[in-house]
């Protein structure tokens, strides 16, 4: 009897298998982004959990606009905003739902199409708006109360007014074709692809990611060079506000992306490190792979709230 007990004492007391434990529960991390941060964001994510397998990344995409409402009016839970504007993360966000953002890259705005769009001989940077008022032209843009991209193009529309000296163009162009305005700029590359539309406003980058035709505008209305913020802060135009039946004023200005770490995220440790992947030189690759161009330098707004790990990369603006 007592080799018996002694037997059982032994089994019971045996170290297990490691092997045999269960596993670590997996951090889930969930991302809200712009539509035209889809590729990047997709890619980075894949890299991030390739680096680190216990990770999980949920990514959803909307209008910047939406995935701000998402978590202002639905109280969607989110561990980090990727903004196709700072604006959105500053104005929308901050200071009740989150602490900081830091812009991060930046994109200009152009006019994509296929080789087989109407006219794709004959479109150029002088001509475009004659060619996308002609009857059989149509063309696409993005819901400015939605996203960014979208009241960037109204802007565009109002700059190309002053630097052609055509009266009434942001008028006309604004006017036509509404019955194909869609919630987000990547919305659109569905609508030209499948022959709907001939032409749309559209990223650089979205048009490169996608193979897309484009044409380049001036660097006076393409929103793309902080030296000619004096001329995009010219313009102004109302979208949707941050509370259902409101209008905010959103000023011109170039494009520059952002970031933020929600105060109450669910993961905001693996957050951290998310966000310092992104900024590393491995991840800004990614973007300028994607027809993306890293801001150079970031900005952060403000640096004093960042989280520890992330100062690295403000040590200038730390020190001073």
């Given at each position: 009897?007592?080799?018996?007990i002694?037997?059982f004492?032994t089994i019971l007391?045996?170290p297990?298998?490691?092997s045999?434990q269960?596993?670590?529960?997996?951090?889930?991390?969930?991302?809200?982004?712009?539509g035209?941060?889809?590729?990047?964001?997709?890619q980075?994510?894949?890299?991030?959990?390739?680096?680190?397998?216990?990770?999980k990344i949920y990514?959803?995409?909307?209008?910047?606009l939406?995935?701000?409402r998402?978590?202002?009016?639905?109280?969607?839970p989110c561990?980090i905003?990727?903004?196709?504007?700072?604006?959105?993360?500053?104005?929308?966000?901050?200071?009740?739902?989150?602490?900081?953002?830091?812009?991060f890259?930046?994109?200009?705005?152009?006019?994509?199409f296929?080789?087989?769009?109407?006219y794709?001989?004959?479109?150029n940077?002088?001509?475009?708006?004659?060619?996308?008022?002609?009857?059989d032209?149509?063309?696409?843009?993005?819901?400015p109360?939605?996203d960014?991209?979208g009241y960037?193009t109204i802007f565009?529309?109002?700059?190309?007014?002053?630097?052609?000296k055509?009266?009434?163009?942001?008028e006309?162009?604004?006017?036509k074709?509404?019955?194909?305005?869609r919630?987000?700029?990547v919305?659109?590359?569905?609508?030209?692809?499948s022959?709907t539309?001939?032409?749309?406003f559209?990223?650089?980058?979205?048009?490169?990611?996608?193979?897309l035709?484009?044409?380049?505008?001036?660097?006076?209305?393409?929103?793309?060079?902080?030296?000619?913020?004096?001329?995009?802060?010219s313009v102004?135009?109302?979208v949707?506000?941050?509370?259902?039946?409101?209008?905010m004023?959103?000023?011109?200005d170039y494009i520059?992306?952002?970031?933020?770490?929600?105060n109450?995220?669910?993961?905001?440790?693996?957050?951290v490190?998310?966000?310092?992947?992104?900024?590393?030189p491995?991840g800004?690759r990614i973007?300028r792979k994607n027809?993306?161009?890293p801001?150079?330098?970031l900005?952060a707004?403000p640096?004093?709230k960042?989280?520890?790990?992330l100062?690295?990369?403000?040590?200038k603006a730390?020190k001073k």
């Amino acid at each position: 009897m007592r080799i018996l007990i002694i037997m059982f004492l032994t089994i019971l007391l045996r170290p297990s298998d490691p092997s045999a434990q269960p596993a670590a529960k997996q951090k889930e991390l969930i991302i809200f982004h712009a539509g035209s941060l889809s590729v990047p964001m997709k890619q980075i994510a894949q890299e991030y959990e390739k680096r680190n397998p216990g990770v999980k990344i949920y990514l959803e995409s909307s209008g910047s606009l939406v995935c701000a409402r998402k978590i202002t009016e639905l109280k969607k839970p989110c561990d980090i905003l990727a903004s196709s504007d700072y604006y959105v993360i500053n104005k929308l966000l901050v200071p009740q739902y989150a602490s900081w953002s830091i812009r991060f890259a930046t994109n200009e705005i152009v006019i994509a199409f296929l080789e087989k769009s109407k006219y794709a001989k004959e479109i150029n940077s002088d001509n475009w708006m004659d060619v996308l008022q002609r009857k059989d032209v149509i063309y696409s843009r993005s819901d400015p109360d939605s996203d960014p991209c979208g009241y960037r193009t109204i802007f565009t529309f109002m700059l190309a007014e002053k630097y052609y000296k055509k009266k009434g163009l942001m008028e006309k162009m604004s006017s036509k074709d509404r019955e194909y305005i869609r919630p987000k700029e990547v919305d659109l590359v569905a609508l030209l692809e499948s022959n709907t539309i001939d032409y749309m406003f559209q990223y650089k980058s979205v048009a490169i990611q996608h193979g897309l035709k484009y044409i380049k505008l001036p660097k006076e209305i393409n929103l793309s060079d902080s030296s000619k913020n004096d001329i995009y802060s010219s313009v102004s135009t109302d979208v949707a506000g941050d509370k259902p039946g409101t209008k905010m004023k959103v000023t011109g200005d170039y494009i520059n992306y952002s970031i933020t770490i929600l105060n109450d995220a669910p993961q905001k440790e693996e957050a951290v490190n998310f966000v310092d992947f992104l900024l590393s030189p491995d991840g800004m690759r990614i973007f300028r792979k994607n027809g993306q161009n890293p801001l150079i330098p970031l900005i952060a707004d403000p640096v004093m709230k960042l989280p520890p790990r992330l100062l690295k990369y403000f040590m200038k603006a730390v020190k001073k």
